[in-house]
């Protein structure tokens, strides 16, 4: 977008000098000047008596063939993959055999002495490793890690960038995409570049009309599917006119793949040129917290409480209970928020997003934004005193009662039922 001032027909007035809200035009030899502070927002044209002012769609042309396969930012800490780059690593290999044969999955590791993460990489699916290092780069950055990965962007043109939405992950893919000046869908839960798997999808799991969609359609851009409005409505996002299409992804949405030991890839050493004083932030220290570390996203079983446990007791029995299937304690935000429990048990929308085999809602309602984050569990189990609470839509067995007679019966019958089991399978 440009604003153009025709000269032959500009009065010199200095009336748009004047409606300028950004004080973008001067008169220079009484004609009127555009400078550089203009942000294209059109008051001018409007305002001009003489019609002098126009705006042109001059759009830089994108070349979206220069631009090929798909990069996962593989999120190390402390020399150690996180859980979601390996799901994205699933995630991206499947999108790219949707695009082609040709198209690769690169895991890109930036660090400093995390050559070793690359076998990881390829053992998850990576067909070709990008990896930067310098002492610089030692701890993640905002400054130093969007440097590295744009200047990398720029020379290796990916496609697709899928980022994990974890802290770091929301804080770095903003900076890039707006160095790269191309689009960004945060906090995705699905993606899709075939338009008949998108309606496949689709026709699903929302009320959208697809029936304006050709299924046979050969375009392979990115459909970026994020919750918004608080989960309450599914949002599509593409990216048509500029690359690379950038995505973060929720933890514990994508499917990791069964990794294949001592599978391998190729390595491409990238020798970022950074320097000190390309870092505007100093690290004074990394506190770890004390807490005790919850890992609702690895979780086979998950047993959550909610406001229905009455008071900060309640997660005792919970406790008791997890302990005894082998399970996690989760919550709902409500047991969060009453300072019950914290936040790290989480589990939704503004929590953690799980997967587990079992998941047991105990005196939970089953508001979308807590379905949001344990929904697709492979077995859920409500247990709520309201037959009418939403939770009973989403559960593959209901019991209707006051959880605290139903949870110290199942953790009765828990014993019996594996002596049962260890005495069938003998
Ligand atoms: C932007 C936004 C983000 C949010 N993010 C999240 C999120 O990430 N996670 C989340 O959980 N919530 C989230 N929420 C809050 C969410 O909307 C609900 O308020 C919350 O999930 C309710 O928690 P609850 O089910 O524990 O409480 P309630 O809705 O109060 O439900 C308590 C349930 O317990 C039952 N009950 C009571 N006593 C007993 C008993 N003795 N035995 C059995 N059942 C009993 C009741 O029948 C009731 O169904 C978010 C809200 C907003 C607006
Ligand atoms: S309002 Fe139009 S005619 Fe007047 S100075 Fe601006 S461009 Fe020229
Ligand atoms: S388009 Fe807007 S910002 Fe640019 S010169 Fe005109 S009024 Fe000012």
Not at 232 to 257: D, Y
Request: glycine share 8%.
């Amino acid at each position: 977008m440009a604003i153009n001032v025709i000269k032959d027909k500009c009065k010199g007035c200095g009336i748009c000098v004047k409606a300028c809200p950004f004080s973008a035009i001067t008169m220079k030899d009484k004609v009127a000047e555009i400078g550089s502070a203009c942000t294209a927002c059109g008051v001018c044209v409007s305002k001009c008596p003489f019609e002098a002012i126009e705006k042109t769609e001059d759009e830089d042309v994108v070349d979206l063939s220069a631009y090929k396969d798909i990069w996962v930012f593989a999120e190390q800490r402390d020399g150690k993959l996180m859980n979601v780059a390996l799901e994205l690593i699933g995630e991206g290999k499947r999108l790219a055999k949707e695009i082609s044969d040709e198209t690769k999955l690169c895991a890109v590791v930036v660090g400093d002495g995390v050559a070793h993460l690359a076998d990881e990489c390829y053992a998850y699916g990576a067909d070709e490793v990008i990896l930067i290092q310098d002492p610089l780069l030692k701890n993640y950055t905002t400054d130093g890690y969007a440097k590295v990965i744009t200047d990398a962007i720029n020379e290796f043109k990916p496609e697709i960038v899928l980022y994990g939405a974890t802290h770091i992950g929301r804080d770095l893919a903003p900076r890039i995409a707006a160095r790269c000046n191309t689009g960004l869908t945060a906090d995705c839960t699905r993606l899709d570049v075939r338009v008949s798997s998108y309606i496949e999808y689709a026709k699903k799991n929302t009320t959208l009309d697809t029936s304006t969609l050709d299924p046979n359609d050969p375009s392979t851009g990115i459909k970026q599917t994020r919750p918004a409005f608080g989960g309450n409505l599914m949002a599509t996002i593409i990216c048509p006119k500029t690359r690379p299409q950038m995505s973060t992804v929720r933890p514990g949405v994508m499917q990791k793949r069964e990794p294949v030991e001592g599978a391998k890839g190729e390595l491409v050493e990238y020798k970022p040129t950074i320097a000190a004083s390309d870092i505007r932030t100093e690290i004074v220290e990394i506190v770890k917290s004390t807490k005790e570390l919850v890992s609702l996203t690895d979780a086979e079983i998950i047993c959550s409480g909610g406001r229905g446990l009455g008071n900060e007791d309640g997660f005792k029995l919970i406790k008791e209970f997890a302990d005894k299937v082998g399970g996690v304690v989760g919550a709902s935000r409500a047991a969060v928020d009453a300072g019950w429990i914290d936040h790290s048990h989480q589990v939704g929308q503004t929590g953690t997003t799980v997967k587990p085999k079992i998941y047991f809602a105990c005196g939970i309602s089953g508001a979308i934004q807590h379905l949001a984050g344990m929904q697709t569990s492979d077995f859920i189990v409500a247990i709520n005193k309201d037959a009418d609470a939403p939770i009973f839509e989403v559960a593959d067995f209901g019991i209707v009662g006051d959880l605290y007679k139903i949870v110290p019966l199942i953790i009765e019958m828990w014993d019996d039922a594996e002596a049962l089991y260890d005495a069938s399978t003998k």
